[in-house]
Each structure stands twice: as structure tokens, then as C-alpha cells.
């Protein structure tokens, strides 16, 4: 079972930048699937970016595309989301998920992934 870790939230304001970061220990997944959610108090937890099981292409919620960029260092075992121009819309608790299994068509579907972080929060203010 692998273990994942997210780190890099904090309170910024809006047009600010963050950097998130997922480190994960156990395994290497550097051909998993891996992708962002996050959730917002009293909302549904809902998908931000990811990678596709081992073709290493990147794929954006509407939202944040143009905004934010999925990056991954397969020798550091971790994966970055880099946020810019965030908006208070973007408040949240960030969680990064891992799977071996998930297909590219249910990538966004937060049931497919079995390995979770604990989350770091991103609070925007205006």
C-alpha cells in the first residue's frame, strides 16, 4: 500500500501563487494514475488535475485549466500541483489519490483511487 503526503497549502490571497506537493512512500508511482481533488466545506469532493496511468499526459478540471499545472519528479516520488492566479473560489482542502487500476475514463471519479492523502488546505482570501 502506498502512502501519500501533501504539504505546500496556506492562507494567500487572491492572484497569489502556491505550490502543492504529493510525496509518496511505499512504492514508486510513477506510472500510476494520480490527480488532485479537493473540497470545499459543505461541497462534494471534486477533481482538480491528473496524470493517466503511465502515459504521463495531464488532464484539468475547467476550472482551474490555464491556471494551474499538474508536474511530477518520478526520482523524487512526488507530484506538484502549481497554482497560480488563485481566486477565493479555490478554497479547499487539496487531497492527492493514487491508483494502479483507475482507467483514463474514470479519472476524474474520486471512488476509483484507493490511496489517499490527509489533505492541505488552500485558503484564498480576497
Known amino acids: 500500500q502506498v502512502q501519500l503526503r501533501e504539504s505546500g497549502g496556506g492562507l494567500v490571497q487572491a492572484g497569489d501563487s502556491l505550490r502543492l506537493s504529493c510525496t509518496a512512500s511505499?512504492?514508486?508511482?510513477?506510472?500510476?494514475?494520480v490527480a488532485w481533488f479537493r473540497q470545499a466545506p459543505g461541497k462534494e469532493r471534486e477533481y482538480v488535475a491528473g496524470?493517466?496511468?503511465?502515459?504521463?499526459?495531464?488532464y484539468y478540471a475547467d476550472s482551474v485549466k490555464g491556471r494551474f499545472d499538474i508536474s511530477k519528479d518520478n526520482a523524487a516520488n512526488t507530484v506538484y500541483l502549481q497554482m497560480n492566479t488563485l481566486k477565493p473560489e479555490d478554497t479547499a482542502l487539496y487531497f492527492c489519490a493514487a491508483s494502479q487500476s483507475v482507467i483514463l475514463s474514470n479519472l476524474r471519479n474520486a471512488g476509483g483511487y484507493s490511496s489517499w492523502g490527509q489533505g492541505t488546505q488552500v485558503t484564498v482570501s480576497l
Open positions: 496524470f493517466g496511468r503511465g502515459n504521463g499526459r495531464s
Open positions: 511505499g512504492r514508486s508511482i510513477s506510472r500510476d494514475a
